[in-house]
């Protein structure tokens, strides 16, 4: 379908999204933009992410998303893109901002419910102090991030399920995809990585990445010129010597020498031959079978010509 909306998060009658207010109005960015833009809305049609029938929130309000923002350019990034869309009438939910203020030292906490509240986004804030139980349960000298990640998530659902959200949609984009996929390769022993769709265990709430496609640098370049105010996630100061780390410095010398092997790889993730990997579980290898020799040639004792 051919899309005739506004150029610029526009309506009819010129008016802009308080989120878009400032955007540089130079050609690049704004390819930039309807990149990103492209690339996320692929990404919901592709992966079946608006569910057709899907159980109204709260309220009878129809489908409504829980889009969790750290402050980091990813979900800064995801959140102005869906808002985008659905301000163009192309995603038909209802968005809810959710900031996890998870009691790190030096976090800032007033940054993000200034900004969502000068911009109109509708959105919550929640303070849960669980860094004081990772580093109370993490030994000293290992890295506090799967720990702290699952007590993240468990108050993202908690709080999904609160405000009758039917997905919690997170800001991973192309990169984390790769990164995680090769840390499953070298040190986990199995092909997988952040899938774009999933449901919870509890079989109650879908988890999206609608960035699935975008590019982590793509992120960084919107977010800065969009000047939003970045909060780093090294708070905690638990990042150096991350097998992500690691990974991801392999990632770049491989596109330093071969621009473009990103996406390539990325590519590779969308176009998986079950056939052509050693997984039985996936492919019936044992009922493979070659076609059966023809009979006349079987019984006439002639010796078959080779080929």
């Not at 390819?31 to 992410?49: C, D, P, S, T, W």
């Amino acid at each position: 379908m051919k899309d005739q909306s506004p150029d610029f998060a526009e309506t009819a009658d010129g008016d802009i999204h308080p989120l878009f207010a400032g955007a540089p109005q130079t050609t690049e960015f704004r390819k930039l933009r309807k990149r990103i833009v492209r690339q996320v809305r692929e990404a919901i049609e592709n992966y079946g992410m608006v569910v057709p029938g899907a159980r109204p929130a709260q309220g009878g309000r129809g489908a409504r998303w829980l889009v969790c923002l750290s402050g980091g350019k990813d979900s800064y990034t995801l959140l102005a893109a869906l808002t985008e869309l659905q301000w163009r009438g192309l995603l038909p939910v209802e968005i809810l901002a959710c900031n996890l203020d998870q009691g790190q030292p030096g976090f800032p906490a007033t940054v993000l419910p200034e900004f969502l509240t000068e911009r109109g986004v509708p959105h919550r804030i929640e303070y849960q102090d669980t860094y004081s139980v990772v580093t109370d349960k993490v030994p000293e000298g290992r890295t506090y991030c799967a720990l702290c990640s699952r007590l993240r998530r468990g108050h993202l659902y908690r709080i999904a399920r609160e405000e009758g959200c039917s997905a919690v949609v997170l800001g991973h984009h192309r990169d984390d995809i790769l990164e995680t996929f090769f840390m499953n390769l070298f040190h986990g022993g199995r092909l997988a990585t952040m899938p774009p769709k999933l449901v919870n265990d509890e079989g109650d709430l879908l988890v999206l990445r609608p960035l699935a496609h975008v590019a982590e640098d793509d992120c960084a370049r919107f977010a800065r010129s969009m000047g939003y105010p970045i909060i780093p996630c090294d708070l905690c100061g638990s990042q150096d010597g991350l097998q992500r780390q690691q990974v991801k410095a392999i990632l770049d010398g491989w596109e330093r020498n071969r621009p473009g092997r990103r996406q390539v790889m990325f590519r590779a993730l969308m176009n998986a031959r079950p056939s052509h990997l050693l997984d039985p579980r996936l492919f019936d290898f044992a009922g493979l079978m070659a076609a059966a020799a023809d009979d006349d040639a079987e019984n006439s004792g002639e010796v078959p010509a080779l080929r």
